[in-house]
């Protein structure tokens, strides 16, 4: 059952580690726009404090998006997807098995460069732990909703705009508990249900995020 | 030939079902969408008038409060028609019934509408009564996000030129943003709200006088039938559009330039 989930993660995986730089681009982008925001709102510490988190989680989640049109379109491009959707397992199964390998290329470093990044903005170290917990958490809810985008709009002309219309609404939930679980940490109730939220979320999405994910590539590749 | 059997079977079923095809559909709907916008305008001008005339003028808000005449139905409206708008969709992919997906699609402009109206009346409405257009309250913002929803449903399924890949992608994007609708409502909630709570709701009584009462559900009522007729109407051009292949559609333009 399983031997499929690890045969297409360790596919995605060896591939993603043959194309180094085109995943660190990902990475380079989420530092640069964090670092954007002190030029634009002004260098002053408390209110640089003040929106960290905001501005970390808006910043997790632009560069998720900027990443999701690459996680069907080299297989589509090759007509690797046609087989795989040929082939008798599970859709669901590998397509959870590609997102996984896409989160661990793309938002995993995110989540490990995050706690750097705040203490650019000065956030104390005490909540460096639950920010790193929040992205850890949301991050993979980022990439299995817009998995589903990016299936749907595989293939179509102004597919990177569209996609961006599509899941962005979608993830707002997830910036919410997401930056509200540090901004509740910092406010001193606690972030526990914040994170339990995300987390319930985060099931919630591999439950059924996968299988949305599935009929939509069926669609397109009819 | 086969068509054509099916064609004599459809036209002599009794069954309600009968309508689901498209060919039974399209007459239905042309019979039906003048007397919904005859109604609809009927109940506009009605309500209207009880909103403008009738109704006293609030106690705390004065006269701004009127507003509400068309801002609320269209709130009601544009929330409904995206639950119908799922329905159908899910209907659709299910029994793989043609006529559901034009349904929705014919669906999604009018919704969208709708919340743009809700949105557009509330920052009048906010401006002399909270003293900004604006305010990022859960109401609000769930009702931008579902603006949103809306948008990104209508530009996936204009994006997709094959009208079947078209129906199903946006069947599905409509119905994740159904199961997230709640979702997104409840989290905007705890994230911040200012909106005053409902005035109206089905378990006590209204907070409001009976005239005002009556003028907003009658408004509503108008929304309703124009929703009816608009989307019967657009229906009726997609109908076309899909089955301009087909000799029903042929002998249908044939009659029509006919009568022309």
């Not at chain 1, 993830?171 to 509740?184: C, K, Q, Y």
């Not at chain 2, 709640?182 to 005053?196: A, D, K």
Request: net charge neutral.
């Amino acid at each position: 059952m399983l031997g499929p989930f690890f045969a297409v993660m360790r596919r995605d995986l060896l591939l993603a580690w043959r194309g180094r730089a085109d995943v660190l681009v990902t990475l380079a982008f989420f530092v640069i726009v964090v670092c954007l925001f002190p030029f634009g709102v002004g260098a002053e510490t408390n209110q640089l404090r003040a929106i960290a988190p905001g501005v970390l989680w808006v910043a997790a989640l632009l560069s998720t998006l900027l990443s999701l049109h690459r996680l069907f379109a080299q297989d589509h491009a090759d007509g690797t997807l046609e087989q795989l959707l040929l082939s008798p397992e599970p859709t669901a199964l590998w397509v959870l098995a590609k997102i996984a390998a896409h989160w661990i290329v793309t938002g995993l470093p995110l989540v490990l460069v995050a706690p750097g990044l705040a203490l650019l903005f000065d956030v104390g170290q005490g909540v460096l732990g639950v920010l790193t917990l929040s992205l850890a958490l949301g991050s993979p809810i980022l990439a299995l909703l817009g998995a589903v985008g990016a299936a749907l709009t595989l293939g179509l002309r102004g597919g990177g705009v569209l996609l961006a219309l599509l899941v962005l609404p979608l993830f707002v939930p997830v910036l919410i508990f997401g930056a509200g679980a540090v901004d509740s940490e910092l406010g001193g109730t606690g972030a526990a249900a914040h994170l339990l939220l995300l987390g319930g979320g985060l099931l919630g999405a591999i439950a059924l995020a996968p299988f949305a994910c599935a009929a939509a590539l069926r669609i397109a590749m009819e | 030939m086969k068509t054509a059997n099916f064609d004599d079977r459809i036209k002599r079923s009794k069954s309600l079902l009968r309508f689901a095809a498209p060919q039974m559909f399209y007459p239905l709907a042309g019979t039906f969408a003048p007397w919904c916008l005859a109604v609809a305008a009927v109940l506009t001008v009605l309500g209207l008038w009880i909103g403008f005339f009738v109704a006293p003028t609030d106690a705390q808000q004065g006269d701004v409060y009127r507003v509400i005449f068309i801002h609320v139905p269209a709130a009601w409206m544009s929330m409904f028609i995206y639950l119908v708008m799922a329905f159908w969709a899910a209907v659709g992919l299910v029994l793989n019934t043609r006529l559901s997906f034009m349904m929705a699609q014919a669906l999604a402009p009018t919704g969208a509408m709708f919340c743009f109206v809700a949105l557009w009346t509330g920052a009048l409405w906010g401006r002399p009564t909270w003293g900004t257009y604006w305010v990022w309250d859960a109401r609000l913002t769930s009702q931008l996000l579902l603006l949103f929803l809306y948008l990104g449903y209508i530009a996936l399924t204009q994006a997709i030129d094959d009208a079947r890949r078209a129906d199903r992608a946006g069947a599905i994007i409509a119905l994740v943003g159904a199961v997230n609708v709640p979702i997104i409502y409840f989290s905007v909630q705890w994230w911040n709200t200012l909106h005053q709570g409902a005035s109206v709701s089905l378990t006590r009584a209204p907070s409001m006088a009976s005239a005002m009462l009556w003028g907003m559900l009658v408004m509503a009522l108008a929304a309703w039938a124009y929703t009816f007729a608009v989307v019967f109407w657009r229906v009726r051009s997609l109908i076309l559009e899909r089955e301009r292949h087909t000799e029903w559609v042929g002998a249908e333009l044939a009659a029509h330039e006919g009568r022309a």
